[in-house]
């Protein structure tokens, strides 16, 4: 038994012993030194970028910037779509500032893959501060009460045309996607941090800005923009941008949905949404449901509800009992005229499973939705609200973490509303170019994952039979697919 015991022994010893002695290939130095002289090949790093500018010339966005943005008061130098085009570049490549122009210039072969340089940080910085108009904030703050102190300023020309590419582009995407006739439109603020010193104070702390956005769920675009500084409240005439929304829909589109937060539930909006003569917007019903800010008569009219009305209403979550119920509510909000058919309130009830108390030490949370949607079940209206979180509030993350919405290039409010956008135009080629041209698996694959994928593929130029061809480093198989891409996204006839 001893002999065995001390040969087990030593065979443990004899095997840690090999191990200790093969050394982990990461324990050695790199196996390679640097040339300072560089190598004179057309060697890139995003190759598959390409994608992206073929899709922005497929959907005509050049000719509508040609149309509808006019900044440069000479010739000479990089045209409007030029530029917007270098913006779409820097969003898809993952640049998030003005400098990241840099690199993207020292690439010679992306240069000459698309046509054209892309501009300098300097010449970046000129374009943005053409949208900006010191006039229109004047303007506004002169219209300020004594009470107010939050403003919104009419966009510049040139900052309303980029707005025209955006729904440019939305209407080109739905003319090719004519089967799509469903439209919700969800809106919401979103907050972008800034510790700039024209940035304003939020209403959660700290300082920044505060744009609106309305996108078309169905589709995955955005439909309108409005940059807001932070002390703007989100619920400060949401019509406007919803107006604009609705105005960028295709003409394709015959069924109209409409889902926001409890900044929409503002008298403004309410009434157009219910006038189904509306002006301007489509005619007929908007279905809606939004949420409905807890008044104390809503309060109260939510406490008479029976026990025994109460139904389950989705899955239960963190132990928290979730139901919901009708409520029989007739406000005298002027949003709300007795001329216009009643809106059904539904109150959503949650509790803990174990009698816990919730952190601010009550033992219930009562919300609701306003909706005119009476042939729906209450549980289902409120699914289908609650899926605006998987929509706006995505985009808005991807606008600000994966493309450059998040982060602003300077202090002046029109550049920066202008950078925003062209965040905005980036995402909808993205999602053009996904929905066009790509599997139908890749329609939720967010920019990080496209420029894994596709955008950053190492590709080599080479002169060949007086043609430039470009040789990516990538499986024949995905080759294909790169060729079915480019087959399905043709340039507009001339």
Known sequence: MWIVTLRVRSLVLWGMTRRQMRRSPTEAPLPFEFDPQ????????????????????????????RRRVQVKERQRGYDEA??????????????ECLDDFEPLREDEALAEMIGHELPSTAAARKFLYAFHSDEEIAAAQAQLRLDQK????????ALHGLGGVNRDLVQELGRRCPDQRIATVDLDATIIESRKREALPVYEGGRGYQPTLAMWAEMNVVLADEFRDGNVPANMEPLRVAKEAFAALPSSVTEFYFRADSACHEAALMEWLQDQEREPGPRGRIGFAISARMSEQLKAA?????????????????????????????????????????????????RKRQGEL??????????????????????????????????????????????????????RFGANAAWFRLAVISHNVLTALKRLAMKPEMLTARPKRLRFLFFNTPGKLVHHARKLVLRLRAAAMR???WTEILRLLPLPAR
């Open 479 to 481: 080759l294909v697919d």
């Open 302 to 350: 939510v406490l008479k509800v029976a026990e025994g009305v109460w139904q389950p209403c989705g899955r239960e979550t963190d132990g928290e009992i979730r139901e919901c119920a009708e409520v029989d509510f007739v406000p005298g909000a002027r949003s709300e005229r007795k001329d216009i058919q009643p809106l059904r309130y539904v109150a959503i009830r949650i």
């Open 82 to 95: 030029t530029f917007v085009e270098s913006f779409v570049i820097l969003n898809a490549a993952g640049g």
């Open 38 to 65: 560089g190598t004179e090949e057309k060697i890139t790093a995003l190759g598959g970028i390409p994608l992206v500018v073929q899709a922005f010339r497929s959907l005509g966005v050049p000719e509508s910037v």
């Open 150 to 157: 939050a403003y919104i300023p009419e966009e510049t020309e």
């Open 358 to 411: 919730f952190g601010d030490g009550s033992n219930v949370k009562h919300f609701a939705v306003v909706s005119n949607l009476w042939d729906w079940r209450a549980d289902k209206l409120i699914d289908w609200h609650r899926e605006k979180a998987g929509t706006i509030e995505i985009v808005n993350d991807v606008l600000k973490n994966e493309l450059a919405g998040g982060v602003l290039p300077c202090g």
